[in-house]
Each structure stands twice: as C-alpha cells, then as structure tokens.
C-alpha cells in the first residue's frame, strides 16, 4: 500500500474523473490494534467472515478470504496484488485492460494456466456469490480442505480458461536477488519473504532459500520510511503509557529486558507466534555453515561451498 501511495497517480490524485482507493480485507477476528496500523495505509480496512476458518488444516487459509475481491461491487474495477508486491514505477493503465464480462479476470499467464497473484477483476455479487457456492461444494466432496488448499486453485477451477493474460511488464513473479529493471510490481517468489526473521524463520518455511539480493533491500529501505514517516510521529504525540501499539513497552515483554521504542526498532510479524524486533537501519546477515557473504556498495556475493565433498 505504501509503495502504491508513492507512484500511482491514480492513488494520489484522486478526482471526480479518476479516483482509486486502497481496500485490504480483513478477518472480522483480526486485533483492533492491527486494524489501526493497517488503516494508517488502506483507505478502507475491510472486516469480512473469515472463509479460510472453512480449511483449518490449509497453511494458506488466509489466501482464500481473496474470494471477496468479486463482491466489492461499490467499485468499478479492481487491480489486485498479493501482499508480498511492492510497486516500483506507476500501474495505473493496468485499468485499461479490456475484460469481455465479468466472469473473466485478468491475470499472468498462458497455455491454460495463471497466477492469483496479481489480478484485474470487474465486481459482480452474482459471479461471487457462484464462487463461494463452488469453494464450499468443493469442501463437501473433499476437492478442497486439504494443508495445500488456497485461492489460485479455487479460482482456476471457477474461472478455468476465462481470463486474459496480462502483459508481464507490469509484474513478475521473481527471484530476491533479480534486479527487476523494468518490472512495473515487484512480486517477491517462494516461500521465504522479506518480512521473515532470517535468523529464525517459520518453521514450515525452513526448506525454502532464503534470497538476500536487491530486490529484498529495497523491500527493507521502503518499510524502514514508511515506519519513519508514520508511525514514529505517531508513536511520538502519545503518552509513554499508551505507546503499546506502537511498540514502545514491547522489549520488556520478551526480548531486551528494556523498553523497544519505535525510533530504534521494528516490531515484525507483531500478534504472531512469529513475532520479532529489528533494530532500524543496516542489520548483521545470517550465515549457514560453508556459505560466505560479500557486500561492497554496488556488489553483493554469495559463494556457497558444498562442505560433505571432496571437489567443488
């Protein structure tokens, strides 16, 4: 939302003739305290039934609430993009792409298959009330409800070879490390993101790579002045006391033993069991064993040796 505020001019200047609001939705459960950070972004924090409590044992339950992008009918037209994007130059003429009705979706892909990661959609209650019906008929004969059910695989099956590819400039799904010159949005790849502590990972990602590279500073730089311009003024006009959901009583809890104020830290993945505090700025990078880093400004190496062998 952040990076989206920084290059749309549709965003920014909104107007009679042309004006794009930026809507995250919500489980209704979600913490009041993370609803308040979220609407210091979105223009509109959108509290909805959680559709993924339907698939308990799904490690991406959390996707399927993306169901709810087809009821927005308030809106014209949707362009959608997965959380883990950040949005490097202007998207705005993504809106012009032409759709035939709205059981179509535009989206990247090809020979029969596409992303949900990035999406343009035309609202239709009817299209989504059809789509709910479908996901939960889905539960009933078991096709859904397993630990890999998500929002891709039930939209493809919905939607099947109803959409239009979208031109790849616009985004990529794409490694850390790629520089991503002319990407338009940036769409983080795999399992580990940039949001993750590298020194302790969820444990269900612990089989990804974790990719430090360009694309993962940035990431970090922008995060880093989005807290700087809004939340420590914020953090700053409040009274010591109530200065918990910024973060300043957090360290006493678990971590430092002293107060964590938002002028010198980051409280990640708050609310979670994966929950961690940054210090701002340049930060130590984890090494595994056998893998040396080298960072010089404009070069960054990583040279990985294979320890178990006799011969690189």
């Known amino acids: ?51 993924g409590a339907s698939t308990p044992g799904s490690i991406w339950r959390a996707t399927i609430n993306k169901l709810y992008l087809f009821n927005l009918t308030h809106y014209h037209r949707i362009a959608y993009f997965d959380a883990d994007c950040i949005a490097l130059r202007n998207p705005d003429r993504i809106f012009a792409v032409m759709l035939p009705n709205s059981s179509w979706v535009g989206a990247f892909g090809g020979s029969g298959y596409f992303s949900t990661g990035f999406l343009v959609v035309i609202p239709d209650w009817k299209v989504f009330e059809r789509l709910v019906a479908h996901f939960r008929a889905g ?26 590819p979208l031109p790849k400039t616009y985004s990529d799904y794409r490694p850390a490390t790629d520089p991503a010159a002319q990407v338009v949005v940036y ?6 993101k940039p949001w993750f502590n590298p020194f302790d990972p969820p444990e269900y990602f612990d089989g990804f790579y974790l990719e430090f590279g360009r694309a993962y500073h940035t ?5 880093e002045k989005l807290h700087k311009e809004l939340v420590v003024p914020l953090f700053r006009r409040e009274s010591v006391g109530a200065s918990t959901l910024w973060g300043g009583e957090l360290g006493r809890r678990r971590w430092t033993g002293s107060t964590i104020s938002p002028e010198s830290h980051l409280w990640m993945m708050r609310e979670t069991p994966h929950e961690y505090v940054r210090a701002l700025g ?13 960072e010089m400004p404009g070069l ?13």
Request: hydrophobic share 45%; with cysteine; glycine share 8%.
């Open 139 to 164: 539960l009933q004969s078991r096709l859904y409800g397993g630990v890999s059910t998500r929002d891709g695989k039930i939209i493809r099956d919905f939607f099947g070879g109803r959409y239009k």
């Open 219 to 223: 990431w970090w730089l922008m995060y």
């Open 1 to 51: 939302a952040y990076s989206l505020r920084r290059v749309s001019a549709c965003v920014a200047n909104c107007s009679a003739e042309a004006c794009c609001e930026l809507v995250v939705v919500v489980p209704r459960e979600l913490p009041p305290s993370l609803r308040a950070l979220l609407a210091l972004l979105f223009d509109v924090v959108l509290p909805v039934e959680d559709l």
């Open 282 to 294: 340049p930060q130590p990078r984890p090494a595994a064993p056998g893998v040396v880093h080298l």
């Open 300 to 312: 960054e190496v990583s040279l990985s040796v294979n320890l178990s062998s006799s011969s690189c």
């Open 187 to 192: 769409h983080f790849r795999g399992g580990f």
